[in-house]
């Protein structure tokens, strides 16, 4: 079936980087793009950024401009998040999305990764 | 940046009622609006595209309307499952699909 599997959660000091991955399977993975969202504790969504796992083309949320970093490799279907100079604003769950079957509304979830930046 | 902006921030509702949750864009985003239900743990559902249609499996008694810059939500009768947070997304605008902040669906 169509999913996305998410890698684990991570515990990061302020400072460092952190690197998510979303593995997709169950359909084409370049024919889809995918999106990052994420959701701080008690909080909203947040739009991240997109990147297209054909080309690798990206396009980031000017919040996160210079600090996040979007690449796929196309022989395992996995996209991957890397947020640097992390503080502790950036404690949140991390979502990839696609939108598949309806427009550009995001029908198909990572289950999340917590990301807790702590000293 | 288009900026969505949902009300009432929370809605309490008795179950079998009705509830209206509204979404307003600052500017007009046509139709390309989706509507989302979370509940606690879990990642978001998608329930409707294109502000009125629903997803695949999504029940008749979620409704959407609208167009432009005002958009509604309704669930004509609550049921025990229902009660979650909901959020409203753009899509009109490339390459940001902005949310709003969520209205969140409490049993009365």
């Known amino acids: 079936q169509v999913q996305l599997v998410q890698s684990g959660a991570e515990v990061k000091k302020p400072g460092a980087s952190v690197k998510v991955s979303c593995k997709a399977s169950g359909y084409t993975f370049t024919s889809y793009y995918m999106h990052w969202v994420r959701q701080a504790p008690g909080q909203g969504l947040e739009w991240m950024g997109i990147i297209n796992p054909s080309g690798g083309s990206t396009s980031y949320a000017q919040k996160f401009q210079g600090r996040v970093t979007m690449t796929r490799d196309t022989s395992t279907s996995t996209v991957y998040m890397e947020l640097s100079s992390l503080r502790s604003e950036d404690t949140a769950v991390y979502y990839c999305?696609?939108?598949?079957?309806?427009?550009?509304?995001?029908?198909?979830w990572g289950q999340g990764t917590m990301v807790t930046v702590s000293s | 940046e288009i900026v969505m902006t949902q009300s009432p921030a929370t809605l309490s509702v008795s179950p079998g009622e009705r509830a209206t949750l509204s979404c307003r864009a600052s500017?007009?985003?046509?139709?390309?609006l989706a509507w989302y239900q979370q509940k606690p743990g879990q990642a978001p559902r998608l329930l409707i595209y294109g502000a009125s249609t629903r997803a695949t499996g999504i029940p008749a008694r979620f409704s959407g309307s609208g167009s432009g810059t005002e958009f509604t939500l309704t669930i004509s009768s609550l049921q025990s499952e229902d009660f979650a947070v909901y959020y409203c997304?753009?899509?009109?605008?490339?390459?940001?699909?902005?949310f709003g902040q969520g209205t969140k669906v409490e049993i009365k």
């Open positions: 500017q007009s985003v046509s139709s390309n």
């Open positions: 997304q753009q899509y009109n605008n490339w390459p940001g699909k902005t």
């Open positions: 999305a696609s939108p598949r079957s309806y427009g550009d509304a995001f029908d198909i």
